[in-house]
């Protein structure tokens, strides 16, 4: 296989102005320096060296003082003091784009273990399945051989029922729960032997990779081309087969939301729309024991869940494993079921984009037509979501049978798949980019919350439940540029590069200080900035 270190393709970052409001102009001379930054298999030198300009010592890349924030270990600085942030916020460094698509190159290579793209080098140290779709976008830029590995690696893991997995284990253990806590291969016939997997999914962005990653070969030479359009040719099928999955097992009668059944499935794994369904998921005396390992790698636990939340995380995977991961007994049986309607918009957008590609591409014609039927059945059901107080759009318990009143980003869903009215998609798009959200006056960079500060449940350093998410806000920059709304989605282009602007790569921001948290040298972080300073 193909790695990092030694490009099957020609790199693709290519000169390209990149000079957004508020953003520094790079020249066309910088970039070209990305293009040939070899050798490949050392890790680019300009950010680095960049540092060093800037006093760091030489021995640890750490600068002196409390402003660096890149960690070569890929984990987080212990809590800072409060009194600390504000001279942090002041004294926040940036790079400048030319400089951070060199980070985020580095970033992306140093994280291939030759068989995929980790996560993030120690706390995620395999490949996540939403993670490797925009992971694969920012490879697109530096080999589109590499980003179409990336996809056909993860539908390598693909079940025999059309699940893709939301994890997929490379050889390294170094993460909990590992395949053994799972065991789909010994309980499922649908599960893969090898290689092993969880059994749970993630949101279904993968068709939007593909078709980003199509329309970047698109720009490149006839072999970048040759290669984009294999990629659709050889990943239509099963992705296809995923979101046939989806319908089928999470919405089995036909309302347009689709269900996840583990907050991880949302990859919004503990924001405060879980709060209610998962008071209801009561760990039993029989919940084998466990030892957190991210509570190792982040050593501020005001970062990660807490530990009642990982009692049922973990609980639910008992309910799995106890129904086989049969996925019509998990939809019955698991105490956890909510329509997710953040995961319907996306599943809804997608199935237009792999319909499109379908037609293209000459799929067969009743499988085009039930990606746009999925399509414009979830678009509707997204809309009719929508509070009537607030107008954003809500999820739905489906155990409890009760909509869920939690203001959060995910409430802008319709703004990811489309399907309102021209006037209530620009109020929806006037709040998202107003005072109480990504214009709020507090913020550090004018980049979507997941949690409004405004709102009772903002914690600005806890995970989903108030930090700034540079892939999410990427994720709303496409869709507003899809649905035609390119100042926006240039504003948050240039507003999250602004964000990173620090160099960290990281997993997610406190965005009162723009302190970065979680994980450093974040793959999907890397990937999605890489693919703002590139691409346009
Ligand atoms: C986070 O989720 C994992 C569990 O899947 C974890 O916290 O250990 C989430 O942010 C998820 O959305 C993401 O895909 C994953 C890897 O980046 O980390």
Redesign the pocket.
């Known amino acids: 296989m193909a790695s990092l270190a030694t490009p099957a393709a020609p790199c693709l970052l290519r000169p390209t102005r990149c000079g957004p409001a508020g953003m520094p102009t790079t020249s066309d001379v910088a970039l070209e320096t990305v293009m040939t930054a070899g050798p490949w298999d050392q890790p680019a030198l300009l950010p680095v060296r960049s540092r060093r300009e800037r006093g760091a010592d030489p021995a640890t890349g750490r600068v002196s003082g409390a402003t660096d924030t890149i960690d070569a270990l890929g984990v987080a600085d212990a809590a800072i003091p409060p009194a600390a942030r504000i001279v942090r916020r002041a004294a926040r460094r940036s790079y400048d784009v030319a400089d951070l698509a060199m980070g985020a190159a580095d970033v992306l290579r140093s994280n291939d273990i030759g068989t995929m793209v980790t ?2 080098p120690a706390l ?1 140290p395999h490949m ?1 399945s ?2 490797a779709a925009f992971i694969s976008i920012g490879l697109a830029h530096l080999g589109v051989e590499r980003a179409g590995q990336e996809i056909r690696t993860l539908l390598a893991a693909q079940w025999a029922d059309g699940m893709i997995p ?2 997929v284990y490379g050889d390294r253990g170094g993460y909990f729960p590992g395949p053994g806590r799972w065991g789909t291969a010994e309980l499922s016939a649908s599960a893969p032997q090898a290689p092993l997997t969880s059994g749970i999914c ?1 949101p279904p962005v993968h068709a939007i990779a593909v078709g980003r990653i199509l329309d970047v070969a698109r720009r490149g030479t006839d072999a970048d081309r040759a290669a984009g359009e294999q990629l659709v040719r050889d990943s239509w099928a099963a992705l296809y087969r995923w979101h046939a999955w989806l319908a089928q097992y999470r919405d089995p009668d036909g309302t347009g939301l689709i269900a996840v059944v583990h907050g ?1 499935e949302s ?3 503990n924001s405060p729309r879980w709060d209610g369904p998962y008071s209801a998921v009561i760990p039993g005396p029989d919940l084998p024991s466990y030892v957190r390992l ?1 509570r190792e790698l982040v050593r501020d636990g005001a970062e990660r ?1 807490t530990d009642l939340e990982y009692d049922r995380y973990l609980w639910l995977i008992e309910e799995m494993r106890r129904a086989s991961y049969d996925p019509v007994k998990v939809y019955e049986t698991c105490s956890f079921l909510v329509a997710d309607v953040f995961v319907s918009a996306i599943f809804a957008v997608a199935s237009d984009v792999l319909a499109d590609l379908g037609d293209e591409f000459g799929a067969p014609a009743e499988h085009v037509a039930d990606l746009r039927r999925w399509a414009a059945r979830s678009r509707a059901a997204v809309a009719a979501s929508r509070s009537p107080e607030t107008g954003l759009a809500r999820d739905y318990d489906r155990r409890a049978g009760a909509w869920i009143d939690v203001e959060t980003l995910a409430g802008f869903a319709p703004l990811i798949c489309g399907g309102l009215d021209a006037d209530a998609e620009r109020a929806l798009i006037e709040t998202l980019h107003g005072p109480h959200w990504a214009g709020h006056p507090d913020l550090v960079a004018k980049v979507p919350p997941t949690v409004s500060p405004d709102s009772v449940g903002f914690k600005s350093r806890e995970y ?1 439940r108030g930090p700034q998410w540079p892939v999410v806000s990427w994720l709303f920059g496409w869709a507003h540029a899809r649905h035609g709304h390119t100042a926006q989605a240039e504003a948050l282009r240039a507003e999250t590069l602004s964000l990173v602007g620090d160099g960290a790569f990281s ?1 997610y921001y406190e965005p009162v200080t723009g302190e970065a948290l979680g994980s450093r040298r ?1 793959s ?1 972080t890397a990937a999605v900035i890489l693919d703002w300073c590139t691409a346009r």
């Open positions: 996560a993030a995620y996540w939403w993670d939301h994890i993630q991880w990859g919004m794994d991210d869940p989903w997993e974040q999907w």
